[in-house]
């Protein structure tokens, strides 16, 4: 059984860069569609990027040129980085896991609130 | 880019259909996966590639999709059916419909 769970700073100054790292059990990185998602308070939700190997990415084009995500496969952990951040990224971040493409994501994280604030 | 759009709220009585839709150009050309999400909890899959129910979720659960409209089923609602419902697809990047809010009255 996959989980996934993730870690990372709860707090995040603003302009600052905010990094997350998300571990998976049950699963190789290197097998499956690994994906950052987040959700503002009370908001829907919007995909941020995938990585599925080898050390291949897509990202939402809305936050493309602040955002990049890696792998560490001796460590079966993905990371989440996103420069420049305002308060408009204060959101529960979720790592999450697709079989292939166009697949459903059919694991979660349970999420991690990250607040921008000074 | 390609938008998704759902209806904000939804609102069914106890027992009977609910029918929750997302909208987007030429829809029924793509594969649609539908999530429920509870609150405090993470998205849930529901119904994937359209129409199949993944292991665990309730024959009550069915999905369509054809044109400009995907459609979650939700027959016999209950109590427990009440949750955020988004749907989602692959376009040249992964895009979620707004959520619609399930009301069982």
């Known amino acids: 059984q996959v989980q996934l769970q993730e870690s990372g700073p709860g707090l995040v100054k603003p302009s600052e860069t905010l990094s997350l790292t998300c571990t998976v059990s049950g699963d190789s990185i290197s097998a499956s569609y690994w994906s950052w998602i987040r959700q503002p308070a009370g908001k829907g939700l919007e995909w941020i990027g995938r990585?599925?190997?080898?050390?291949?990415?897509n990202y939402n084009p809305s936050l493309r040129g602040r955002v990049t995500i890696s792998e560490d496969t001796s460590k079966n952990h993905f990371s989440l980085r996103l420069t420049s951040v305002t308060a408009a990224d204060t959101a529960v971040y979720y790592c999450?896991?697709?079989?292939?493409?166009?697949?459903?994501?059919?694991?979660w994280g349970q999420g991690t609130l990250v607040t921008v604030s000074s | 880019s390609y938008e998704l759009t759902q209806p904000p709220s939804v609102s069914v009585a106890l027992g009977q259909t609910a029918r929750i839709t997302c909208g987007g150009r030429?829809?029924?050309?793509?594969?649609v996966h539908w999530y429920q999400q509870k609150p405090g909890q993470a998205p849930l899959v529901v119904i994937s590639r359209d129409s199949t129910r993944p292991s665990g979720i309730p024959e009550r659960f069915s999905g369509s999709n054809s044109g400009n409209t995907a459609t979650l089923t939700i027959n016999r609602a209950q109590a427990a059916d009440e949750a955020d419902y988004y749907c989602?697809?692959?376009?040249?990047?992964?895009?979620f419909g707004g959520g619609t809010k399930l009301t069982v009255l």
């Open positions: 999450a896991r697709a079989l292939g493409d166009f697949r459903p994501f059919d694991s």
């Open positions: 990585l599925y190997t080898p050390g291949n990415t």
């Open positions: 989602q697809v692959w376009d040249i990047s992964t895009v």
């Open positions: 030429n829809i029924g050309s793509k594969l």
